[in-house]
């Protein structure tokens, strides 16, 4: 069984999502929960995953690292296709969730109320611009992955949901709301969202 250190809602829900897709045992942790959690991740941040004797920190590696070990439809296994399905990943993870990261930098750091809101619809608006990439890549195919949900797929699906935390209007395209909208369905989607309700009311 794996186990997993999480925030509610962050990063790591797209982790314990693939973890259900894979068909896998996960124990989750709500890091708010664990005294010292800087012995477990001297950089404070989730997902972490510890797996046996190994402890596995950074989202996208854990996720690469977790689709190489067990089998799935989520990651090809070689040629150009597992290199886009990794370049998908990276994007979520080094430029989407950077992107949306500055929000709560600027709610966090800015007091002054006109400041912070002007800031905000900057940031916003990179984030819609980056969105608007999404939208062009599937031009021609249902999700990232192709026909079915893939890695990146459930990071962004992840990543969307913290704009409705802010004063901010983040515009996603039609065909990236209906990605959206289909892996929030997903049983594993649903079943990692109880968990976390399941923890947090404990």
């Not at 510890?50 to 040629?79: C, F, Q, S």
Request: charged share 15%; proline share 4%; hydrophobic share 45%.
């Amino acid at each position: 069984m794996y186990t997993l250190y999480y925030l509610p809602s962050a990063c790591s829900l797209a982790t314990q999502v693939v973890l259900h897709e894979l068909d896998q045992e996960v124990d989750i942790i709500d890091k708010q929960k664990v005294e010292n959690f800087s012995s477990i991740n001297p950089v404070g941040s989730v997902p972490v995953l510890v797996d046996n004797n190994r402890t596995l920190r950074e989202g996208a590696a854990i996720l690469l690292y977790l689709l190489d070990k067990h089998p799935n439809t989520m990651l090809p296994a070689t040629g150009t296709a597992r290199e886009q399905a990794i370049q998908n990943i990276m994007f979520a993870n080094a430029t989407m969730h950077p992107a949306y990261g500055r929000l709560f930098f600027i709610a966090q750091n800015i007091s002054d109320e006109k400041t912070k809101q002007s800031i905000f619809e900057v940031a916003a608006q990179a984030i819609t611009s980056l969105w608007q990439v999404v939208e062009q890549q599937l031009s021609n195919q249902t999700f990232l992955g192709g026909d079915q949900p893939s890695a990146a797929d459930i990071l962004l699906t992840v990543y969307s949901r913290w704009g409705a935390s802010f004063p901010v209007d983040i515009k996603l395209g039609a065909k990236t709301q209906k990605i959206v909208d289909a892996v929030v369905l997903m049983p594993s989607f649903q079943r990692a969202l109880a968990a976390e309700d399941q923890h947090s009311a404990a």
